[in-house]
């Protein structure tokens, strides 16, 4: 009976050992980049990458009176940890900013205001070069309306915590779905909840690529 029971005890902690090993395996994210011939644990030619991170493209924001199109939105931060075993690249944005904004009221220019940021990043593997890059945290934006005129108003808004998809390569792609920001401030005018979407090219590394480690 006692060597009965220490076998079936030897086997649950084997397990369990090999559980922590596949879950830590499965987690496993490294981010690398075009440079050298390094390799391992980048696949050749590449090598993991931190520095500076920067991405621009556009954005849409579905209004309840229509789409605001800003034709310039920029993100930028850094990446402070490639990934590696049991883990996934981490970083922090610490700009996010939207510009050259139509106006869904007056059919003129919006001004935007970013009012505030803080979101951590981290990223990790999906398939091939690709990923999701996941924030943490919030940022405000507040939009001015009819600007040059008597009806002129605002309407703020925080996007939480949220997702982008990652198509990595020469000029990777942060793809947003459906961001959703929720009203923070302003009148009747504001609708309670709006929805970002959009495409940024990544800049800064110039190539971006999502592994499996």
């Given at each position: 009976?006692?060597?009965?029971?220490?076998?079936?005890?030897?086997?649950?902690?084997?397990?369990?050992?090999?559980?922590?090993?596949?879950?830590?395996?499965?987690?496993?994210?490294?981010?690398?980049t075009?440079?050298?011939?390094?390799?391992?644990?980048?696949?050749?030619?590449?090598?993991?990458?931190?520095?500076?991170?920067?991405?621009?493209?556009?954005?849409?924001i579905?209004?309840?009176s229509?789409?605001?199109?800003?034709?310039?939105?920029s993100?930028?931060?850094?990446?402070?940890?490639?990934?590696?075993?049991?883990?996934?690249a981490?970083?922090e944005?610490?700009?996010a900013?939207?510009?050259?904004?139509?106006?869904?009221?007056c059919?003129?220019?919006?001004?935007?205001?970013?009012t505030?940021?803080?979101?951590?990043?981290?990223?990790?593997?999906?398939?091939?070069?690709?990923?999701?890059?996941?924030?943490?945290?919030?940022?405000?934006?507040?939009?001015?309306?009819c600007?040059?005129?008597?009806?002129?108003?605002?309407?703020s808004?925080?996007?939480?915590?949220?997702?982008?998809?990652?198509?990595?390569?020469?000029?990777?792609?942060?793809?947003?779905?459906?961001?959703?920001?929720?009203?923070?401030?302003?009148g009747?005018?504001c609708?309670?909840?709006?929805?970002?979407s959009?495409?940024?090219?990544?800049?800064?590394?110039?190539?971006?690529?999502?592994?499996?480690?």
């Open positions: 009976m006692r060597t009965t029971r220490i076998t079936v005890l030897a086997l649950m902690a084997a397990i369990a050992v090999l559980a922590l090993v596949g879950a830590a395996s499965a987690s496993a994210t490294i981010l690398c075009n440079s050298g011939t390094q390799g391992s644990p980048c696949p050749s030619g590449q090598t993991p990458y931190t520095g500076s991170f920067s991405a621009n493209g556009s954005i849409k579905a209004w309840n229509g789409v605001i199109e800003c034709s310039e939105a993100q930028s931060g850094s990446i402070s940890n490639s990934g590696g075993i049991g883990k996934n981490l970083g944005l610490t700009s900013t939207l510009s050259k904004c139509t106006d869904p009221y059919n003129a220019a919006v001004a935007t205001e970013a505030g940021l803080w979101w951590d990043i981290d990223f990790r593997s999906t398939s091939g070069n690709d990923g999701m890059m996941r924030t943490m945290g919030s940022v405000g934006y507040r939009f001015t309306f600007s040059g005129t008597i009806f002129k108003f605002f309407c808004y925080t996007i939480p915590s949220d997702e982008h998809t990652v198509h990595g390569g020469e000029g990777a792609e942060l793809v947003l779905s459906s961001m959703g920001g929720v009203k923070s401030g302003g009747a005018l609708p309670q909840t709006v929805s970002f959009g495409k940024y090219t990544v800049t800064q590394p110039s190539s971006l690529y999502v592994h499996a480690y």
